[in-house]
């Protein structure tokens, strides 16, 4: 047979230690002021005796105070208010190496057990985007890309060909620039210029070689399947100083006879992305793909022009894809 048993509330548990430990102080302090008249072969026993009740009063006392007091809800809410803050602080955080902070971020995005449980591969997926999210911290990223271009016959070649500018803005990760490097997926294509700038200082460069990808030093395009040949270009020393800097390309792609499918795939991740390109020689816009969620991209297409824009970041791999080709009516 089971019983009941109530528990003590915390303030009858500290009012009983309280009254017990100045009782025990009292009894300490009485046989104190009695010790004139003990035997002088017990006085020495009799003084360690009155010092233990009275040290033992005090000593129930104070803890019984800070027992009540660590256990009031009051309390426990202002110490856990004040780790938190302490937790989460910039200071706090800055101090956490790449381990711990993947740790911390992995404890506060874990699925729900009952989730984990039905399906232990979003643990994985988390994972994974735990580690892109943080590899901001140790690769290059760059923002507002912007392209501008026109679709138009070149009469020489015969074909379709998409002439753009390109512009975005790169930021210096652990102390350096990456390498300026742009990878295509044919070698029908030309870079006719690239343009560095930052506080007035200004690099041209009209010498832009198309070269077999394979000759690459960058690995992202080394081991992209879809690029064919790569451009690059090593940062000036004069913009190394610089904690960003904006890049400028012109760039022209050649389509096959009355087509041509223009593409862009972001390969680092990019902070607001914009297009636009206008139709000439009557050159039309057969059809556009956008790689990634649907919802972040906006597009408006009519036909002999498009836009297609993203204020959200983009992700290596997307990107949208663009078939120009020549009216045959």
Same mark, same amino acid.
């Given at each position: 047979?089971?019983?009941?048993?109530?528990?003590?509330?915390?303030?009858?548990?500290?009012?009983?230690?309280?009254?017990?430990?100045?009782?025990?102080?009292?009894?300490?302090?009485?046989?104190?002021?009695?010790?004139?008249?003990?035997?002088?072969?017990?006085?020495?026993?009799?003084?360690?005796?009155?010092?233990?009740? *009275?040290?033992?009063? +005090?000593? %129930?006392? $104070? &803890?019984?105070? @800070?027992?009540?007091? /660590?256990?009031?809800? !009051?309390?426990?809410?202002?110490? *856990?208010?004040?780790? +938190?803050? %302490?937790? $989460? &602080?910039?200071? @706090?955080?800055?101090? /956490?190496?790449?381990? !711990?902070?993947?740790?911390?971020?992995?404890?506060?995005?874990?699925?729900?057990?009952?989730?984990?449980?039905?399906?232990?591969?979003?643990?994985?997926?988390?994972?994974?985007?735990?580690?892109?999210?943080?590899?901001?911290?140790?690769?290059?990223?760059?923002?507002?890309?912007?392209?501008?271009?026109?679709?138009?016959?070149?009469?020489?070649?015969?074909?379709?060909?998409?002439?753009?500018?390109?512009?975005?803005?790169?930021?210096?990760?652990?102390?350096?620039?990456?390498?300026?490097?742009?990878?295509?997926?044919?070698?029908?294509?030309?870079?006719?210029?690239?343009?560095?700038?930052?506080?007035?200082?200004?690099?041209?460069?009209?010498?832009?070689?198309?070269?077999?990808?394979?000759?690459?030093?960058?690995?992202?395009?080394?081991?992209?399947?879809?690029?064919?040949?790569?451009?690059?270009?090593?940062?000036?020393?004069?913009?190394?100083?610089?904690?960003?800097?904006?890049?400028?390309?012109?760039?022209?792609?050649?389509?096959?006879?009355?087509?041509?499918?223009?593409?862009?795939?972001?390969?680092?991740?990019?902070?607001?992305?914009?297009?636009?390109?206008?139709?000439?020689?009557?050159?039309?816009?057969?059809?556009?793909?956008?790689?990634?969620?649907?919802?972040?991209?906006?597009?408006?297409?009519?036909?002999?022009?498009?836009?297609?824009?993203?204020?959200?970041?983009?992700?290596?791999?997307?990107?949208?894809?663009?078939?120009?080709?020549?009216?045959?009516?």
């Amino acid at each position: 047979m089971q019983t009941n048993r109530s528990k003590i509330e915390p303030h009858r548990l500290f009012l009983w230690c309280f009254v017990l430990g100045i009782m025990v102080l009292l009894i300490g302090i009485i046989l104190e002021s009695h010790v004139h008249d003990i035997n002088k072969d017990w006085v020495f026993t009799y003084s360690i005796l009155c010092e233990l009740f *009275k040290n033992l009063g +005090i000593a %129930i006392t $104070i &803890s019984s105070v @800070f027992t009540y007091i /660590l256990s009031t809800e !009051e309390f426990i809410h202002y110490i *856990k208010d004040k780790l +938190i803050n %302490i937790i $989460i &602080s910039k200071d @706090f955080i800055s101090e /956490l190496n790449h381990d !711990e902070r993947k740790e911390m971020i992995t404890a506060v995005l874990k699925p729900p057990k009952e989730l984990a449980d039905i399906y232990s591969g979003i643990n994985h997926y988390l994972n994974k985007r735990i580690d892109e999210s943080l590899l901001l911290f140790h690769k290059p990223f760059r923002s507002g890309y912007n392209i501008t271009g026109t679709a138009s016959l070149d009469k020489d070649k015969n074909c379709v060909r998409v002439e753009a500018d390109m512009s975005y803005r790169i930021y210096k990760v652990l102390g350096e620039f990456e390498k300026l490097a742009v990878g295509f997926e044919d070698d029908k294509v030309e870079v006719k210029f690239t343009k560095i700038y930052a506080n007035g200082n200004e690099f041209y460069n009209n010498v832009c070689d198309i070269e077999d990808k394979a000759k690459s030093t960058d690995n992202i395009i080394k081991n992209d399947p879809a690029v064919k040949t790569c451009s690059s270009i090593e940062i000036p020393e004069v913009f190394r100083k610089e904690n960003q800097i904006d890049v400028a390309r012109r760039i022209v792609e050649y389509g096959e006879d009355h087509w041509h499918m223009f593409s862009f795939r972001g390969t680092l991740p990019v902070d607001k992305f914009n297009l636009f390109i206008a139709c000439q020689d009557g050159i039309e816009i057969k059809k556009y793909i956008t790689y990634g969620p649907s919802e972040n991209f906006k597009v408006f297409n009519e036909k002999d022009k498009i836009t297609i824009s993203c204020n959200e970041w983009m992700q290596p791999g997307l990107g949208v894809s663009i078939l120009f080709a020549l009216n045959c009516k």
